[in-house]
């Protein structure tokens, strides 16, 4: 079938905005959205259609994080993606950037054994997935201010979510938020303060709002 060859369209799609894909990048893509148009079948992983690889699906699963990615900041050692769904943005995003850690979290336990078998199967050994709500690892330490950058690909992130996001990120550390044109402000509170907003995708209508959670200040004694 069409479908599982969807690397050349990927490419093309890529060079529309501008992006080349090295050998590598490219076939994790193919192999990654192969694997979620299998799964896709059977569970409910993404809203689209996945028989096909169609220029709407290409450019929002894989195309919109490779975008994204060009604005990570030089130096990103660990990232953490909430409501990790299908794996979108974080395993492209992640793939792009090379050697990272990567920790996605998921609550839904079949959408966690999709991801487990997707980093298995693009050898990506330095992912791990989380079954649980991202509240539920506010309660451990070692997660607490132990990354560089948080992903959400949301339609509206509360104030107050935001919040307890931040508490993953150490400070310096950004949140990605992956949003559509329609979606509104949110009204910020230190540590978090705005810091970029980036179109993503034309054909999606979509931007990346970019935050950073800011450093404390020494007040000399």
């Not at 950004?174 to 995708?201: C, D, I, K, V």
């Amino acid at each position: 079938a069409s479908w599982l060859r969807p690397s050349a369209r990927t490419l093309r799609r890529a060079r529309r905005v501008g992006l080349t894909l090295s050998p590598r990048v490219s076939t994790g893509l193919e192999t990654y959205y192969r694997l979620l148009a299998t799964w896709n079948q059977k569970i409910n992983l993404s809203g689209l259609d996945l028989s096909e690889p169609t220029p709407e699906a290409l450019d929002r699963l894989l195309i919109e994080p490779l975008v994204a990615a060009r604005h990570a900041p030089s130096g990103v050692s660990r990232i953490i993606d909430i409501g990790s769904g299908g794996g979108s943005p974080a395993i492209p995003f992640a793939l792009s950037l090379g050697e990272v850690r990567l920790l996605m979290v998921e609550s839904k336990t079949r959408k966690s054994v999709f991801l487990r078998e997707a980093i298995r199967a693009l050898e990506m050994v330095d992912a791990d997935v989380a079954t649980a709500r991202y509240e539920e690892l506010l309660a451990r330490p070692d997660l607490h201010e132990g990354h560089d950058l948080l992903t959400i690909r949301a339609v509206r992130v509360e104030t107050r979510v935001l919040m307890s996001l931040q508490a993953f990120v150490r400070p310096g550390g950004q949140l990605f938020l992956f949003r559509s044109t329609t979606g509104s402000a949110e009204s910020l509170t230190p540590p978090l303060s705005w810091r970029a907003t980036y179109p993503l995708m034309e054909s999606l209508r979509s931007r990346l709002v970019i935050l950073e959670k800011t450093k404390p200040t020494r007040h000399s004694l």
